[in-house]
C-alpha cells in the first residue's frame, strides 16, 4: 500500500518519498489532488472535444429541424439527409477529388526531392550546409501572401490557372522545405556505419540511398508524407486564389464558401456534414499514427 | 551527435573523398534547389518587382518607384500604402490578433503539457484527444465555431446572452467589440494541442534524477517548476513561441472564412489578397505582400538575435 502510494503520485506529492510521519495527512491531500486534477482532465477533454462534437451533432440533426433544436444537447431526431444532400447539392464528389489528387501529387514529389537532399545534407559534409539549412527553414517560414502575387502571375503565364498543377507548384513552397527540414533531422540519427558499408562494398551514392537507406527511411517517409498531406489537404488561401471553378476547387475552398442545396434551409447542417465528411479520414489517419505524428512535429520544429 | 563517415580514413585519401562527397551532395541537392527556385524564389523576386510597379490583371504595368507605399499627390497631400488608415488598422488588428493568440497558447499549452506529463492514468487518452483540434482542418474549424457563434442558434452566443454578457440576438462576433477575440479564441482552440505537443517533447527531455535530487533537497514544487522546469523548457518554448507568431502574423484563412473582409478583422495577409485579387490590381497589392513580409522578417530577426535561439 504505502510504496504504491509513492509510486502512482510521486510527482503530485514529494514529502511522501522522505518523510514517514505526515503521511496519513497527505494521503488526504493527495485524494482531493486527485480528484481536482481528474476534474481538470474533464474540463480540457471537453473543451478540446466540444466543438467536434457540436459539428458532429449539428450534422444529425434534420436541417428543417435546426431552427428548433439547434441548442438542445442531443439530437431528438437523427438523419443522414444533410450527408446525402452534400454530395448531391454541389460537386463535393469532385472537390474531394481534387484535393486528393493535388495533395497526393504534392506530397509524393516533394517526398522524393526530400529523400535525395536529407541524404546530402544528413550525411554529406560541404560548405555552405549550414546556410543552406537556414535558407530551407526561411522558406518553410514564408508568408505565403509573400508570393501570392507572383506566383499568381507565374501560374497564369505557365496556363495552370485552375488546373491540378497549378496548386501542386504552388504548394511545394511549402511541403519542400517541410519535407526536406524534418527527413534531414531523421536521416542524421540513421547510423553512419549502414552507410559506410554500403559504400565499401562499392555502391554509387544513389544505389546507397535507394538500396539501402530508404528502407530504413520508411517510417520516416511515412511521417513526413502524412504531415506533408495534411498541410495540402487544408491548404485555403493558394486554393482560393488559383482556382475559378469546381473542375480544380478543393475542399477548404468549398466548405469555406458553402451555400447549401437551397436557399429555404440553414446550410450549417449540410457545412457541419460536410466538415465532418473531411474530418474523420484525418482523425482516423492522426490516431493510428498518433506516436509517429507527435515524432515527427516535434522533430520538424524542436530538433531542427 | 553525428560522427563524420570518413575518420576511418588515411588523411591522403580523406582529402580526395571529401571533396568527391561534396561534388555528389550538390548533385543530390540539384532537384530541390531548383524546384525551390522556381516555386519559392522566382514567385517572392516578382512580387517585389510588381510592388514597384502599376500593374493590373489586364496591364503589365510600369515601374513607379516607391508610389505603391508613399507619394506626394498633386495638392501637396501624401498619399499611398503608408497613409492607408486601413491598412494600418489591419496591422492593429493582426498584431492583437497574434499577442493575444499566442500568449493564451503558450499558457494553455504549457498547462495541458504539464498535465500529460504528470504520473497520474489517463494522460494517454489526454494526448490523443487534444490531436483532435489539431487534425481538424482550419477552414472546417472555422465553421464550426462560426456555427457556434451564430447570433440565435449558436450554443456561445446562447451562453453569452444568458450570461448577460451580450444582448438578445448578438453574438461574439457581430459585436465589434469583442469580434477579434472571437477568433483569437478559435486560434486558440486550434493550435494549443500543436504548442502542447512540443512542450511536452521538451518536458520529457528534462532527465528525472533532476526532479529527484529537487526533492532530496527539499525544494517545493512550485520551486521546482519556476526553478528546474521552466529553465529548461525554454529552448522548446522559444522555438514554439517562434513558430507560432510567424503562423499567427500571416493569418488568413479562419478570420477570411468566418467574417470576411469585415474591417474589425481584417488582418494583414487579407489586406494584401483584398487589393491583390480582389480590386485586381496587382501592383499595389503586392506592395502590401511585400510589407507584409518586412514586418514578418522583422519578427524572425528580432526574435532570432535577441533570444539567441539556436536550432541545432
Known sequence: ?304 | MTVPVDVTMRPKQKAGIESTRARTAVWLLAPTLIVLALVAGYPLFRTFYLAFTDATFENPGKFVGFDNFLFKADDGTWVGLLTDPAWWESVVNTVRFTIGSVLFETLLGLAFALVINSKIRGKGLLRTAILVPWAIPTVVSAQMWNWMYQDNLGILSQWGQSLGWLKVGQSFLSNPNTSLWALVAVDIWKTTPFMALLLLAGLQSIPSDMYEAAEVDGASKVRQFFRLTLPLLSPALLVALIFRTLDALRVFDMPYVVKGYAPDTLTMSMFARQQLIDNQSLGAGSAVSLLVFLIIMLFTVIYVTTLRVRFD
Do not use: H
Open chain 1, 1 to 304: 500500500m504505502t510504496t504504491n502510494t509513492t509510486n502512482t503520485t510521486g510527482m503530485n506529492n514529494a514529502a511522501a518519498i522522505s518523510q514517514t510521519p505526515p503521511r496519513r495527512k497527505n494521503s488526504a491531500l493527495q485524494t482531493v489532488g486527485t480528484v481536482l486534477f481528474w476534474c481538470l482532465i474533464a474540463v480540457i477533454l471537453f473543451y478540446v472535444l466540444f466543438p467536434f462534437y457540436w459539428a458532429i451533432k449539428t450534422s444529425l440533426t434534420p436541417s428543417g429541424d435546426l431552427a428548433q433544436n439547434a441548442l438542445k444537447w442531443w439530437p431528438s431526431s437523427t438523419t443522414f439527409d444533410n450527408y446525402v444532400q452534400v454530395f448531391k447539392g454541389q460537386p463535393f464528389a469532385r472537390n474531394l477529388l481534387n484535393s486528393l489528387v493535388v495533395a497526393s501529387g504534392t506530397v509524393i514529389i516533394s517526398l522524393l526531392l526530400a529523400a535525395l537532399s536529407s541524404y546530402a545534407l544528413g550525411k554529406f559534409r560541404f560548405r555552405f550546409k549550414t546556410a543552406l539549412m537556414y535558407t530551407i527553414l526561411g522558406v518553410s517560414v514564408f508568408p505565403q501572401i509573400a508570393v501570392l502575387g507572383g506566383m499568381f502571375t507565374t501560374i497564369r503565364s505557365l496556363g495552370l490557372y485552375n488546373t491540378w498543377a497549378g496548386l501542386m507548384l504552388s504548394y511545394m513552397i511549402f511541403t519542400v522545405p517541410f519535407t526536406v527540414w524534418v527527413m534531414t533531422s531523421f536521416v542524421r540519427d540513421i547510423p553512419n556505419e549502414l552507410e559506410e558499408a554500403a559504400l565499401v562494398d562499392g555502391a554509387s551514392p544513389l544505389q546507397t540511398l535507394f538500396r539501402v537507406l530508404l528502407p530504413v527511411m520508411t517510417p520516416a517517409l511515412i511521417t513526413t508524407g502524412l504531415l506533408g498531406f495534411i498541410n495540402c489537404w487544408n491548404e485555403y488561401l493558394f486554393a482560393l486564389t488559383f482556382t475559378s471553378s469546381d473542375s480544380a476547387r478543393t475542399v477548404p475552398v468549398s466548405i469555406g464558401s458553402f451555400s447549401g442545396a437551397s436557399i429555404y434551409e440553414n446550410p450549417f447542417a449540410q457545412i457541419m456534414a460536410a466538415s465532418v465528411v473531411v474530418t474523420i479520414p484525418l482523425i482516423v489517419l492522426v490516431l493510428i499514427f498518433q506516436k509517429r505524428i507527435v515524432s515527427g512535429l516535434t522533430a520538424g520544429a524542436v530538433k531542427g
